[in-house]
């Protein structure tokens, strides 16, 4: 896993398997129609649309592991530093293969935009709330309604009025859905893959989550660098080699060089083995990519079963650590409680979440309506709520 080398083999792609970056094409295309620009190509006017959205400034108050009640120090990640780290490695990745970085770049903007608070508990919590009432909660689906319906910043239509590229990425990077399931998505080709554009983004957050959550855990002091060290073969040969290299070093510093060795590895797999894959399946164009057998971006087998190591090891002593679950409980009956509360009396919901409740019907509203907020929001509402 910690294996840094560059693959000799590794060369861009072919240039026609990326997205195009041409307003007239396809994916370029938005619901609204707008004038080309004079000096941004349509992905780039996207990313700019994403990060000056409202939805995409509450990410500095969603958490990504630690709540704020855990974080002892101001260092670890929020869903917008992940966020962040996720873009620039979406965009790494993808101009090394010489495809379109800045749909790439979009996709990482945006790929965390429908998450609630308190994190994966917080999705866990919506969901099981919604069952009773027929509905599952899904943030890829939530964050293509935040795009194209719950931002209001133009004058002239609702929504970002994202490029088609952009939004069949959101909810493509990392599930496929149905068509006879989710009829409601027919524009989005249902029955093909998404670009490699798209494909990469999930396991660009893996990489960046799996490094991060190692960091963040041990700077909190929940994940013990012995433990780490005698669980994680991939992660003691980086350290031992970083302790040869700087014998004087500081273990913080020694830790970090260890986790940038791993970053870097995940990465340069992740190239070789989408190179390998493109080749062996004699891909050459986006259309070949679409209809092949299966995803063109994955780790390869190696680096999968490592990466599996490294997923167990933080669910078992990061996620579902005593010092995390006591919050991810209170988070979990924040949410139910107060989705309880608002169900049985969406009058005490806010005017325009009331309104879209008596049209659209309850528990869609009150979903929407707590998955939008950030964590101090709803620790505000919960506040109010047991007054
Ligand atoms: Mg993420």
Same mark, same amino acid.
């Given at each position: 896993m910690c294996d840094d080398r560059i693959s000799p083999e590794l060369r861009p792609l072919a240039p026609s398997i990326a997205v195009s970056d041409a307003d007239h094409d396809l994916l370029a295309q938005r619901d609204q129609p707008e004038s080309t620009h004079l000096y941004r190509t349509p992905f780039v006017r996207d990313c700019g649309r994403i990060l000056h959205a409202r939805a995409f400034r509450r990410l500095a108050g969603k958490t990504q592991v630690f709540t704020r009640n855990q974080m002892e120090n101001d260092h670890s990640r929020s869903r917008l530093t992940h966020t962040l780290e996720v873009a620039q490695i979406a965009r790494t990745i993808a101009s090394a293969l010489g495809l379109n970085a800045h749909l790439a770049e979009a996709l990482a903007l945006v790929h965390d935009i429908g998450?609630?608070?308190?994190? *994966?508990?917080?999705?866990?919590? %919506?969901?099981?709330?919604?069952?009773? *009432?027929?509905?599952? &909660?899904? *943030?890829?689906?939530?964050? %293509?309604?935040?795009?194209?319906?719950?931002?209001?910043?133009?004058?002239? &239509?609702?929504?970002?009025?994202?490029?088609l590229g952009v939004r069949e990425g959101i909810i493509k990077h990392s599930r496929d859905y149905s068509a006879a399931e989710h009829p409601e998505l027919s524009a989005y080709f249902l029955d093909q893959l998404p670009p490699v554009e798209a494909q990469l983004i999930d396991l660009a957050d893996e990489i960046a989550y799996l490094t991060a959550d190692l960091e963040d855990g041990m700077e909190a002091g929940i994940l013990d660098l012995k433990i780490v060290r005698a669980e994680l073969a991939c992660f003691d040969r980086a350290y031992r080699s970083a302790e040869e290299k700087y014998p004087s070093a500081a273990e913080r510093l020694l830790r970090n060089d260890a986790l940038k060795t791993i970053l870097n590895s995940l990465v340069t797999d992740l190239m070789s083995e989408v190179s390998r894959r493109v080749e062996t399946n004699g891909i050459h164009t986006l259309s070949q990519v679409r209809s092949a057998r299966g995803r063109l971006a994955a780790f390869s087998a190696d680096r999968q079963e490592d990466r599996g190591t490294l997923r167990r090891f933080l669910y078992h002593y990061l996620y579902e650590?005593?010092?995390?679950?006591?919050? *991810?409980?209170?988070?979990?009956?924040?949410?139910?409680?107060? &989705?309880?509360?608002?169900?049985?009396?969406?009058?005490? %919901?806010?005017?325009?979440?009331?309104?879209?409740?008596?049209?659209?019907?309850?528990?869609?509203?009150?979903t929407d309506y707590i998955a939008g907020m950030t964590d101090s929001y709803i620790e505000q509402a919960w506040s109010r709520f047991q007054r």
């Open positions: 998450h609630p608070p308190f994190g *994966h508990a917080g999705e866990r919590a %919506l969901d099981a709330a919604l069952v009773p *009432h027929g509905m599952r &909660f899904d *943030h890829n689906l939530h964050a %293509l309604r935040i795009v194209t319906s719950f931002e209001e910043r133009h004058a002239g &239509f609702r929504g970002l009025n994202l490029t650590s005593t010092e995390l679950e006591v919050e *991810h409980k209170r988070g979990a009956e924040i949410i139910c409680t107060l &989705f309880a509360h608002w169900i049985a009396d969406p009058e005490q %919901l806010p005017a325009d979440h009331a309104a879209r409740a008596a049209k659209e019907g309850a528990a869609r509203a009150v």
